[in-house]
């Protein structure tokens, strides 16, 4: 039925060998879109605090210089207006004595004087 | 074609065995080999699931016919047909003679569908007549006359591709 130049042929287009089917993809924790997606927003969480970190360093420098040691504590304790709290941890840190001193003037107008004699804080004092 | 191993389950061997000549089959049934391949491993993971295979009397015939079958309905579904893909590989060709590749495949590209079916059936996929026309519902002495016009056209395109590359 088939002559000889059919069957060389058919041997020839035989040593041609079909590609096998590819397995199928297995599903990997790195290679998802919703892992992708969580890599991304960690990235750039990290980056936020970073960039956070150093805008808290660069504003805490400029303070430094914008005078806050320039205040003495004779100054503070002879200005009427309340200090404000970066001010008093400067004093706080670099001279502890005059902060102690400014303290206990502040402790005599603000706290009970505990003068009578059924005041709570003294009754506390007592027990 | 491997050698099926005796101690794989049998529907592993003959994914092993069949699974290339399957794809091609697929492939020159739909044109996609992505496409192509899902069918294939569909058809496998139905026969897992189903068994079915165990009752047929031709188990090579069968995972055919369940390949044709599979993309003739997956046809229906998409209600499209898509052109054959013209830059996929479908060989592993002799010596890497991919200039040889590519004149077969554009060969069999331009046969007709039925007539390349039979081809890919018979060459490729080692069936013979009988299966072949069990696959394709049609008769054996139609599949085998099919073959005859397809190999002739094949023969004569390449031969003509050959000179001109020449």
Known sequence: ?127 | MPPTDQSMPPIEGLYRQYGAPLLLFAISICGETSRAQDAVHQVFLTLMETNNLMNALDPKAYLFASVRNFLFNDNKHRKRNVGIEADQLWFTPPDRDHAAELNLRRALQALPEDQRQVVVLHIWGELTFAQVAEVLSIGANTAASRYRYALTKLREAMVVKEKASV
Do not use: W
């Open chain 1, 1 to 127: 039925m088939f002559d000889r130049d059919d069957e060389q042929f058919k041997i020839y287009l035989k040593s041609f060998r079909p590609l096998a089917p590819q397995a199928l993809p297995i599903a990997g924790v790195g290679n998802t879109p919703g892992s992708r997606l969580r890599i991304a927003f960690a990235f750039t969480a990290v980056g936020c605090l970073a960039a956070a970190s150093v805008l808290l360093i660069v504003i805490s420098h400029r303070a430094d210089r914008a005078g806050i040691q320039a205040i003495s504590p004779a100054e503070i304790q002879a200005s009427r207006v309340e200090p404000s709290t970066p001010v008093l941890t400067r004093l706080a840190l670099d001279e502890h004595e005059a902060f102690a001193e400014f303290l206990s003037e502040k402790a005599k107008s603000q706290f009970p004087a505990m003068r009578s004699e059924r005041s709570t804080l003294r009754v506390l004092a007592r027990e």
